[in-house]
């Protein structure tokens, strides 16, 4: 198959397993959203505009393609301004970079620079839960089975940290720090930027179980939650950590109605947020706990909690 430009496929090889994971050393998750938005612009051009992928190029890039895009994805999608943004957002960054490669494609760059961002609105509410779900959801894994003692460890542990789903997954044994007066964990967070979260005693004792239930040596760097495949640890992917969270859930509510549907991963860190904006914890403290490189974005949990009381 003879390939129209060359150079832009090479780009976009070049964009997303050079620039972005080593250059700019942005984390996995990152260049894995990124990789997700370039394929789905280049799946809609082929299916909309009839190009073959070997035909596409930078000069197929043009305003009217891409503004159909993000209208694609709000009609077929169901996108929300959010996500919209952030694939106008991915699209932009690429052209950019190629074009600090190579001048001649700025012009690409510049036109697509024109279109404008979605309006999103500021938004009040946290999907959460309280502290009996919490507690109904811990009880579910069967942990006579190393993969529940696996799930309840790992959901112990997420809630307590408040960490990502992604940070979660990057952990590995010698980042837990448990023999000290106030114990913590080292968490890899957006841009690698790292940072320490403090852990109770609790979970410090889940985690001494769980390795020795796995064998795992409290120094080891390999990957802390995994999965064996063909005899070899690989770390576990974020669609089995929504898998399992999604049974407990879905087990818990078959016995209280009150458990809230459609439980996620991310809602065990805005729910310990929110549990520790109740018990007094200040807000830039939590924003430090959570990693959030502005406080501004951490204020969403204030206003949740107050919204909450108002009604």
Same mark, same amino acid.
């Given at each position: 198959?003879?390939?129209?430009?060359?150079?832009?496929?090479?780009?976009?090889?070049?964009? /997303?397993?050079?620039?972005?994971?080593?250059?700019?050393?942005?984390? #996995? $998750?990152?260049?894995?959203?990124?990789?997700?938005?370039?394929?789905?612009?280049?799946? =809609?051009?082929?299916?909309?505009?009839?190009?073959?992928?070997?035909?596409?190029?930078?000069?197929?890039?043009? *305003?009217?393609?891409?503004?159909?895009? /993000?209208?694609?994805?709000?009609?077929?999608?169901? +996108?929300?301004?959010?996500?919209?943004? !952030?694939?106008?957002?991915?699209?932009? %960054?690429?052209?950019?970079? %190629?074009? @600090?490669?190579?001048?001649?494609?700025?012009?690409?760059?510049?036109?697509?620079?024109?279109?404008?961002?979605?309006?999103?609105?500021?938004?009040?509410?946290?999907?959460?839960?309280?502290?009996?779900?919490?507690?109904?959801?811990?009880?579910?894994?069967?942990?006579?089975?190393?993969?529940?003692?696996?799930?309840?460890? =790992?959901?112990?542990?997420?809630?307590?940290?408040?960490?990502?789903?992604?940070?979660?997954? +990057?952990? !590995?044994?010698?980042?837990?720090?448990?023999?000290?007066?106030?114990?913590?964990?080292?968490?890899?967070?957006?841009?690698?930027?790292?940072?320490?979260? *403090?852990l109770m005693k609790k979970t410090i004792d889940h985690f001494g179980g769980y390795l020795k239930r796995y064998q795992l040596d409290p120094r080891d760097e390999g990957p802390l #939650?995994?999965?064996?495949?063909?005899?070899?640890?690989?770390?576990?992917?974020?669609?089995?950590? $929504?898998? #399992?969270?999604?049974?407990?859930?879905?087990?818990?509510?078959? &016995?209280?109605?009150?458990?809230?549907?459609?439980?996620?991963?991310?809602?065990?860190?805005?729910?310990?947020?929110? !549990?520790?904006?109740?018990?007094?914890?200040?807000?830039?403290?939590?924003?430090?706990?959570?990693? !959030?490189?502005?406080?501004? @974005? @951490?204020?969403?949990?204030?206003?949740?909690?107050?919204?909450? &009381?108002?009604?």
């Amino acid at each position: 198959m003879k390939i129209k430009d060359l150079d832009f496929y090479r780009s976009v090889r070049d964009y /997303l397993t050079v620039y972005l994971p080593e250059q700019r050393v942005c984390s #996995f $998750a990152t260049v894995k959203s990124y990789r997700e938005a370039i394929s789905l612009f280049l799946e =809609f051009i082929t299916k909309s505009q009839g190009i073959g992928m070997a035909k596409i190029g930078f000069e197929t890039i043009t *305003p009217e393609v891409v503004s159909d895009f /993000l209208k694609w994805l709000v009609t077929d999608k169901k +996108s929300t301004a959010t996500t919209i943004n !952030h694939r106008l957002a991915v699209i932009r %960054a690429f052209l950019k970079y %190629a074009g @600090t490669r190579n001048p001649e494609y700025w012009e690409c760059y510049l036109k697509i620079q024109q279109i404008p961002f979605r309006k999103v609105q500021k938004k009040l509410t946290v999907n959460h839960f309280d502290e009996n779900t919490l507690s109904a959801l811990l009880t579910e894994p069967d942990i006579r089975k190393k993969t529940g003692h696996r799930d309840l460890f =790992f959901m112990i542990l997420m809630y307590d940290s408040g960490a990502r789903d992604g940070e979660m997954l +990057s952990l !590995h044994p010698c980042d837990v720090i448990p023999d000290l007066k106030a114990p913590y964990v080292i968490l890899r967070g957006k841009g690698n930027k790292i940072r320490t979260v *403090p852990l109770m005693k609790k979970t410090i004792d889940h985690f001494g179980g769980y390795l020795k239930r796995y064998q795992l040596d409290p120094r080891d760097e390999g990957p802390l #939650f995994f999965t064996i495949i063909h005899g070899k640890r690989c770390v576990m992917s974020d669609d089995n950590v $929504a898998r #399992f969270i999604r049974k407990y859930a879905l087990a818990a509510r078959l &016995k209280n109605s009150l458990i809230p549907e459609n439980i996620t991963p991310h809602m065990f860190r805005h729910s310990r947020a929110i !549990h520790l904006y109740r018990n007094g914890v200040p807000l830039p403290l939590i924003s430090q706990w959570l990693g !959030h490189s502005n406080l501004e @974005t @951490t204020l969403v949990y204030a206003y949740a909690d107050t919204e909450m &009381k108002r009604k």
